[in-house]
C-alpha cells in the first residue's frame, strides 16, 4: 500500500491573479505580453489572467524569466479546500507579491490568506 499525500491541484484563478500581480509589479502591460509572446490577439493572456486555462509550460518558463521570478512563484495550488503557494519555497528567499507572512507560524503563505494552514492547523 502507498501512503496517501496531498497531490497538489492548481488553482486557476489564484494563479491567473497572481499572475496579473506579477505582470503588474513589472509595469507590463497586457499588449507588452503579447509582443513578447508574439501572440496575434492578447485573448490567450486575458485567459492566463482570469483563471480560464494556464499557460503552456513553456510559455509559463518565459513568463517566469520575464517576469524575474521562478515558475512556482507564478503558480498557486489548492490543499484540503485552502489556496497555497508550492510548498518548496525557502523562508530565506525573498518574498513574491503573491506571497505574505503568517500571522502564526511566520511562514510564507498565498497572499488571499491570512493563516498559514500547512503548520498552523
Known amino acids: 500500500m502507498y501512503a496517501q499525500t496531498a497531490y497538489p491541484?492548481?488553482?486557476?484563478?489564484?494563479?491567473?491573479?497572481?499572475?496579473?500581480?506579477?505582470?503588474?509589479?513589472?509595469?507590463?502591460?497586457?499588449?507588452?505580453?503579447?509582443?513578447?509572446?508574439?501572440?496575434?490577439?492578447?485573448?490567450?493572456?486575458?485567459?492566463?489572467?482570469?483563471?480560464?486555462c494556464l499557460p503552456t509550460v513553456d510559455n509559463l518558463l518565459a513568463l517566469a524569466r520575464l517576469l524575474r521570478v521562478s515558475m512556482e512563484d507564478?503558480?498557486?495550488?489548492?490543499?484540503?479546500?485552502?489556496?497555497?503557494?508550492?510548498?518548496?519555497?525557502?523562508?530565506t528567499e525573498e518574498p513574491s507579491p503573491c506571497l505574505r507572512t503568517c500571522l502564526f507560524c511566520k511562514g510564507r503563505i498565498e497572499f488571499s490568506v491570512k493563516i498559514c494552514y500547512i503548520n498552523c492547523i
Open 9 to 52: 491541484v492548481i488553482d486557476l484563478r489564484e494563479t491567473g491573479r497572481c499572475i496579473e500581480r506579477q505582470r503588474r509589479q513589472a509595469g507590463l502591460t497586457v499588449r507588452d505580453l503579447q509582443a513578447y509572446f508574439g501572440f496575434e490577439y492578447p485573448q490567450a493572456i486575458y485567459k492566463w489572467q482570469h483563471g480560464q
Open 74 to 91: 507564478l503558480l498557486v495550488y489548492e490543499s484540503q479546500g485552502v489556496s497555497h503557494l508550492l510548498r518548496g519555497i525557502s523562508r
